[in-house]
């Protein structure tokens, strides 16, 4: 893929690179990640060869991670850092980390999760894609059914947007089966669409369907935290998700459902702006059918 450095990312993106990328990183690089993340002010002091030796890498390791950040070299590195820094010491940037302890008392663990959550919220609007997510919104509001695969945590988010577009009158499945998931995708063919939701990328059961769905003609979907996944070889379309600092308690399996969330949201949203004519009586509909099944009057009937 070719670099381009035009707009390296602001002081604040700049924390979302990191937070999203340092997984995929080598090692060293990851050390030199997590040392810019930890103190963005003492880094931004030090010149090339003070952070490679702070770090136990190399200038050229240090280097290549700042390209990797988005950043021409390490002195444009540098300069975000300070600006980082000083939104932090202003109090309009929060720090980076909030590690859960486990003696941590229960105020502290709501304060810390609410600050999470929101970080990746804004983590992921972010850096989402407006382009591919466009893209994703019109394969799927055109598309003659959605098929959408997820497993575990991410199993649950498949499960929302499934039930979200049947409301609007589209037709949608999220097999749990991976058999089931598999068998239905030789079925889809161009004109219809596959999603796959998988925070690391990797998880066989989400990608093998994918790859039969974008192999028989269907438009293909993936949403991770990795762009640079096995997952994405078989996606038209990328649309990438932050979460929070991984930790012993909290692993990013269970963290990166929040971001996921936003970006299915995102998609339904979209969705039914794009059909709104047929949608709005849907969801009116499905609204009645509700109400009328609680209501006092309404009861069950078999």
Request: aromatic letters at 4%; proline letters at 5%; charged letters at 20%.
């Amino acid at each position: 893929m070719k670099e381009t450095f035009a707009t390296p990312p602001a002081p604040g993106a700049l924390a979302a690179k990191v937070r999203t990328l340092a997984p995929s990183m080598t090692r060293s690089m990851q050390r030199v990640a997590e040392a810019v993340a930890s103190d963005p002010a003492g880094c931004a002091a030090l010149t090339v060869t003070g952070l490679a030796e702070l770090t136990g890498t190399s200038e050229a390791t240090v280097v290549r991670t700042a390209r990797l950040l988005g950043y021409p070299g390490y002195r444009d590195l540098r300069l975000a850092l300070a600006g980082l820094a000083a939104q932090q010491q202003s109090g309009r940037a929060p720090a980076l980390t909030t590690d859960i302890a486990i003696d941590d008392p229960i105020a502290d663990v709501v304060a810390k999760l609410a600050y999470d959550e929101q970080q990746t919220l804004a983590d992921t609007a972010a850096g989402l894609d407006t382009a591919q997510l466009g893209a994703a919104v019109t394969a799927i509001a055109a598309a003659r059914r959605t098929d959408v695969y997820g497993i575990g945590a991410s199993g649950l988010v498949a499960q929302d947007l499934t039930q979200k577009l049947l409301r609007i009158g589209l037709i949608a499945h999220a097999p749990g089966d991976p058999h089931l998931a598999v068998t239905n995708a030789v079925q889809l063919r161009a004109g219809d669409v596959a999603v796959a939701i998988t925070h690391s990328g990797s998880t066989g059961d989400v990608i093998e369907p994918l790859r039969v769905a974008f192999e028989h003609g269907a438009t293909t979907i993936a949403v991770t935290g990795r762009p640079d996944s096995p997952v994405t070889q078989y996606a038209d379309h990328v649309l990438t998700t932050s979460t929070s600092r991984e930790s012993e308690l909290r692993p990013a399996a269970m963290s990166s459902r929040t971001s996921q969330l936003l970006v299915v949201d995102c998609l339904f949203v979209g969705v039914a702006q794009r059909t709104y004519e047929t949608a709005a009586p849907a969801l009116a509909a499905s609204y009645e059918a509700l109400a009328h099944r609680h209501s006092p009057r309404g009861g069950t009937h078999r």
